[in-house]
C-alpha cells in the first residue's frame, strides 16, 4: 500500500528500456564459444570474429594454457586476499619485474582490470583542488577515475595538443594530469605523444598514457606506442597497460618511478582493497610476455594484414577512418545502419559487432572491426567482399529511420 512520491528506480530503468530499444541502442549480452583460430560461435552461428582484442592471438595458444594449469597445479587457483593482506605471491612478483622490464619502467604494479587501474591510479594522483585534463575520446575508465578523483575535469579536442595546452592554461596553479589513451580503443589512431610529453614537460603536468591496444602491437619487441614515441620514463611517468588484450589474458598494471609504484600502493583504493588476481593467471601472463616480445613475426604478420585490409578496401571504394593499427573502424551513417550492416555481415559469416552511442560520440556509430594474426589473408579478402556487398545495400536504403538527434 505504498503511495509515495517517490520515483522508483527499477521502473525508471525499466522506462528507459524502452527508449533505448525504441532508438536502436539497446545493448545485448551474447553467449559465445571460440572456435578454432578467429572462429566464434555467436547465437548457434560459426562466424569468423573481426570483434577480438586478441591481436597477437595469444589468448588459446598452448604455452600460456600450460603455464595457467602447471601454476594452478601448485598454487591453488585463487590467491586467497588481497596483496598487501598476504596474497601477493612469487608469480605476482615476477610479472611485476617482468612488465617493469619490458616497458622499460623502475617499477611496476598489478590491478585486477584496466578499469581499475585507471581509476586507481588518477584517484590515487590527483583530488580536489587538482585538474585532470583528458582526450575527448579517452575510454570511460579514465573518464571516470577523473570523476572519482574529485578533481577539476576539462576535455580537449581529440588528439589536439593545442586544445590540451589550453585546458591547461585553464587552472595554472592546479597540480595536473593529462591522461590519454596511446591508441584510441574506437579509432585505432595513436595519440599525438611527443607533442603531449612536451606540453607536459613546459606546463609542468604529469603524463599519463593508456596503452590497452598499443602494448604487445607498436613498437621494438611490442613494447607498446610510449617506446615506439621513444618517450622514456622522465616524459611518460604513469603507464597503464592491460594483459587482457595483445597480452591474450587478464589484468592490468601500472608502471614508472619507483615513487610512483611505492605512493600508489599506499593511495590507489582500487589497487589496496580488492583481491589479487589469481596467481596461476599472472604465470601464465609471464608466458605471454615472452611470445609477445621474441616472436616479432607476429607483429610482422598483423602489420602485412592491416596493409591487405586497408589496400582491399581502398580498391572496393569503402571508406575506413585514419587508423594503422588493428583497429580498423568503418563509419556508419547512423546507429541502424550501423546494425543492418553488422547484421548482414553476420548473415554472410563474420561476426563485426555496430558500435554506438554513448560508446562512440553522437552521429559517430560504426562497425569495430579489429585484425588479428588469427586471420589468414583469404578471410579478410572474404570479408571485404562481404563488407562492400552490405555497404551498398545501405546505401539503397532510406535514411533518417531514427528521430532526429538520437543519433
Ligand atoms: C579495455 C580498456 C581498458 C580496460 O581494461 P580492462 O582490463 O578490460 O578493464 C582501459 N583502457 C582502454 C583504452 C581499454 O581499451
Same mark, same amino acid.
Given at each position: 500500500?505504498?503511495?509515495?512520491?517517490?520515483?522508483?528506480?527499477?521502473?525508471?530503468?525499466?522506462?528507459?528500456?524502452?527508449?533505448?530499444?525504441?532508438?536502436?541502442?539497446?545493448?545485448?549480452?551474447?553467449?559465445?564459444?571460440?572456435?578454432?583460430?578467429? @572462429?566464434?560461435?555467436?547465437?548457434?552461428?560459426?562466424?569468423?570474429?573481426?570483434? #577480438?582484442?586478441?591481436?597477437? *592471438? $595469444?589468448?588459446?595458444?598452448?604455452?600460456?594454457?600450460?603455464?595457467?594449469?602447471?601454476?594452478?597445479? #601448485?598454487? +591453488?587457483?585463487?590467491?586467497?586476499?588481497?596483496?598487501?593482506?598476504? *596474497?601477493?605471491?612469487?608469480?605476482?612478483?615476477?610479472?611485476?619485474?617482468?612488465?617493469?622490464?619490458?616497458?622499460? %619502467?623502475?617499477?611496476?604494479?598489478?590491478?585486477?582490470?584496466?578499469?581499475? @587501474?585507471? !581509476?586507481?591510479?588518477?584517484?590515487?594522483?590527483?583530488?580536489?583542488?587538482?585538474?585532470?585534463?583528458? /582526450?575527448?575520446?579517452?575510454?570511460?575508465?579514465?573518464?571516470?577515475?577523473?570523476?572519482?578523483?574529485?578533481?577539476? $575535469?576539462?576535455?580537449?579536442?581529440?588528439?589536439?595538443?593545442?586544445?590540451?595546452?589550453?585546458?591547461?592554461?585553464?587552472?595554472?596553479?592546479?597540480?595536473?594530469?593529462?591522461?590519454?589513451?596511446?591508441?584510441?580503443?574506437?579509432?585505432?589512431?595513436?595519440?599525438?605523444?611527443?607533442?603531449?610529453?612536451?606540453?607536459?614537460?613546459?606546463?609542468? @603536468?604529469?603524463?599519463?598514457?593508456? /596503452?590497452?591496444?598499443?602494448?604487445?602491437?607498436?613498437?621494438?619487441?611490442?613494447?607498446?606506442?610510449?617506446?615506439?614515441?621513444?618517450?622514456?620514463? /622522465?616524459?611518460?611517468?604513469?603507464?597503464? +597497460?592491460?594483459?587482457?588484450?595483445?597480452?591474450?589474458?587478464?589484468?592490468?598494471?601500472?608502471?614508472?618511478?619507483?615513487?610512483?609504484?611505492? *605512493?600508489?600502493?599506499?593511495?590507489?583504493?582500487?589497487? !589496496?582493497?580488492?583481491?589479487?588476481?589469481?596467481?596461476?593467471?599472472?604465470?601464465?601472463?609471464?608466458?605471454? !610476455?615472452?611470445?609477445?616480445?621474441?616472436?616479432?613475426?607476429?607483429? /610482422?604478420?598483423?602489420?602485412?594484414?592491416?596493409?591487405?585490409?586497408?589496400?582491399?578496401?581502398?580498391?572496393?571504394? !569503402?571508406?575506413?577512418?585514419?587508423?594503422?593499427?588493428?583497429?580498423?573502424?568503418?563509419?556508419?551513417?547512423?546507429?541502424?545502419?550501423?546494425?543492418?550492416?553488422?547484421?548482414?555481415?553476420?548473415?554472410?559469416?563474420?561476426?563485426?559487432?555496430?558500435?554506438?552511442?554513448?560508446?562512440?560520440?553522437?552521429?559517430?556509430? %560504426?562497425?569495430?572491426?579489429?585484425?588479428?594474426?588469427?586471420?589468414?589473408?583469404?578471410?579478410?579478402?572474404?570479408? $571485404?567482399?562481404?563488407?562492400?556487398?552490405?555497404?551498398? %545495400?545501405?546505401?539503397? #536504403?532510406?535514411?533518417?529511420?531514427?528521430?532526429?538527434?538520437?543519433?
Amino acid at each position: 500500500m505504498t503511495t509515495s512520491p517517490r520515483p522508483d528506480p527499477l521502473q525508471r530503468l525499466a522506462d528507459e528500456q524502452a527508449r533505448r530499444a525504441q532508438a536502436q541502442l539497446l545493448r545485448r549480452v551474447r553467449t559465445t564459444e571460440p572456435g578454432e583460430g578467429a @572462429a566464434i560461435v555467436v547465437d548457434g552461428r560459426r562466424l569468423t570474429s573481426f570483434a #577480438s582484442n586478441d591481436y597477437l *592471438g $595469444l589468448s588459446r595458444h598452448p604455452a600460456l594454457v600450460e603455464a595457467l594449469i602447471r601454476a594452478a597445479r #601448485s598454487d +591453488g587457483v585463487g590467491a586467497g586476499a588481497a596483496h598487501l593482506l598476504g *596474497g601477493h605471491r612469487d608469480e605476482h612478483a615476477r610479472l611485476e619485474e617482468a612488465l617493469a622490464r619490458w616497458t622499460g %619502467r623502475e617499477r611496476a604494479l598489478l590491478f585486477s582490470t584496466g578499469y581499475m @587501474a585507471n !581509476i586507481g591510479a588518477i584517484a590515487g594522483l590527483v583530488g580536489a583542488g587538482d585538474l585532470c585534463v583528458e /582526450d575527448k575520446l579517452n575510454h570511460a575508465s579514465l573518464i571516470d577515475g577523473a570523476r572519482l578523483a574529485g578533481c577539476a $575535469l576539462k576535455r580537449y579536442v581529440h588528439a589536439d595538443a593545442g586544445s590540451a595546452a589550453r585546458q591547461l592554461g585553464t587552472h595554472p596553479e592546479a597540480a595536473a594530469l593529462l591522461a590519454t589513451d596511446g591508441v584510441f580503443s574506437m579509432d585505432g589512431d595513436v595519440a599525438p605523444l611527443r607533442d603531449l610529453a612536451t606540453l607536459c614537460r613546459a606546463q609542468g @603536468a604529469t603524463l599519463m598514457v593508456d /596503452d590497452a591496444h598499443g602494448l604487445g602491437v607498436l613498437g621494438a619487441e611490442g613494447a607498446g606506442s610510449v617506446a615506439e614515441a621513444a618517450l622514456a620514463q /622522465d616524459d611518460v611517468p604513469v603507464l597503464m +597497460g592491460t594483459l587482457g588484450k595483445a597480452l591474450g589474458t587478464f589484468g592490468a598494471f601500472v608502471a614508472g618511478s619507483a615513487a610512483l609504484i611505492d *605512493g600508489l600502493v599506499q593511495t590507489a583504493r582500487s589497487f !589496496i582493497y580488492t583481491t589479487a588476481m589469481p596467481p596461476a593467471l599472472a604465470a601464465a601472463t609471464c608466458t605471454a !610476455i615472452d611470445i609477445a616480445r621474441f616472436e616479432g613475426w607476429r607483429r /610482422d604478420r598483423l602489420v602485412r594484414l592491416i596493409a591487405h585490409f586497408r589496400h582491399g578496401a581502398d580498391s572496393r571504394g !569503402i571508406a575506413l577512418m585514419d587508423s594503422r593499427t588493428a583497429i580498423q573502424p568503418v563509419p556508419l551513417r547512423d546507429s541502424a545502419a550501423a546494425l543492418a550492416v553488422s547484421a548482414r555481415l553476420a548473415d554472410a559469416g563474420f561476426h563485426v559487432p555496430a558500435v554506438r552511442p554513448p560508446t562512440v560520440p553522437r552521429g559517430q556509430s %560504426r562497425l569495430r572491426l579489429t585484425l588479428s594474426v588469427s586471420h589468414t589473408e583469404s578471410d579478410v579478402e572474404r570479408l $571485404l567482399d562481404a563488407l562492400a556487398v552490405a555497404l551498398e %545495400r545501405e546505401s539503397h #536504403s532510406s535514411p533518417n529511420r531514427l528521430p532526429e538527434g538520437e543519433d
